[in-house]
């Protein structure tokens, strides 16, 4: 893929950007927006998007993508809502390809109460940090660039993404990527997750999750004593496998976050399963932690079919994967993360790189270069029933977004 940002050496610094009466007229129109903005985010918070069910929040954004006049305006098969803002290339010679994303989803299920309550500058609601304050970014870009007149020499895609969070596993930005739109690539890709200025994530956090299910024939604990457990053929794996030392540096953790199983305290269960979520910078300590844990799991299951062989019976079982997000680093020296760096010291941000699991995991790991931004404002309590944000230092982050996608997407005037 072709770098064609150009942050220091080459082009316009960030500095002299930042003196164009283009960008200074963004800049204004960004000020002078702000009390609209608020009620922008009220709107789009109070129109549910529990997971796997975006639709509604994803209409709105559609039409609120061409009511500000972006270009070519369509959803695909996934729920992805994309959207352009051309440059000047042509196909002779095509400019830079910058994607700028948001999650649509939030954590919280059908019929939970999303309507927003205020309190002085705070909002109160389930997902209004996570993620309604960046998709009121995203619109709010393609916005300022049009009120300061800026053109671009490439093309800006304007996308809010489905399936971001938990069980969503990064359906929407991995059909992106895999199979839909940006097959072939992009230049660069910039997530917008949440509040905050500081933090540029630029190292994708993986993960796997894994449902172990262990099964038996079942029966009368006085009864039928010496058949198979499964119960207890899970507790021998979750005691081996909680032994395991993950290393702190690559950084790796795992838990055992859900058991289930059995019926009474009297009866031996015909069935107990586990959830498992494994975490790790490094793919390769997640490929050994998946290793680790199928061997206990047969171990486990072995030694309760021998202990128990009398019986004539044995346990069956069943692993399967429930999620996969890869991990991965886009370089501290590369064009993107120096030019979001760049952009924020000009800006009086000092940036704080990040590791985590977001939207951009998934370009991270096919090598594109891309990163996630806070969108601004202040929050607490995300993925809690008591969330809330505070729009304080918002200009900022929409600042500093418009100009590190101008930066990338090279200025023209
Ligand atoms: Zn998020």
Known sequence: MQNYATVTDEGPSIASLLKSSHIRRAYHFID????????ELVRICEIPA???????RARFVSQRFQDIGLSRVRSDEKGNVIAERPGLSSKLSPGPRIVVSAHLDTVFPERTDVRVRRDGARFHAPGISDNVCGIVSLITLARALDAGGIVTEGTIYFVATVGEEGEGNLRGVRHLFNAGEFKRGVDAFISLDGP???????????????RVTVGGPGGHSWGDFGIVNPVHALGRAIARFSAYPAPLAPRTSYNVGVIEGGSSVNAIPASASMVVDIRSVSSNEIEKLEAHLRRVVEIAVR???????????????EFEQAGDRPSGETPI???????????????????????????????????????????????????????WYEPTGRELGMKRLLLLTVSLGGFAC
């Open 333 to 387: 020296d590369s064009t993107i993360v120096r030019a979001a760096i760049e952009c924020s010291r000009a800006l009086g941000i000092e940036p704080r790189l990040d590791c985590s699991s977001t939207d951009s995991n998934i370009p991270i790991s096919l090598g594109i270069p891309a990163i996630t931004l806070g969108a601004g404002g202040v929050s607490g309590n995300c993925h809690s029933l008591t969330e």
């Open 32 to 39: 002078e927006l702000q009390t609209e903005l608020d009620d």
């Open 303 to 317: 030694e309760e079919n021998s202990q128990r062989a009398m019986s004539g019976t044995s346990l069956t079982c």
């Open 196 to 210: 905050g200025l500081e933090r540029i994530t630029h190292r994708a956090l993986g993960s796997r999750r894994y």
């Open 50 to 56: 529990p997971p796997f069910k975006e639709e509604a």
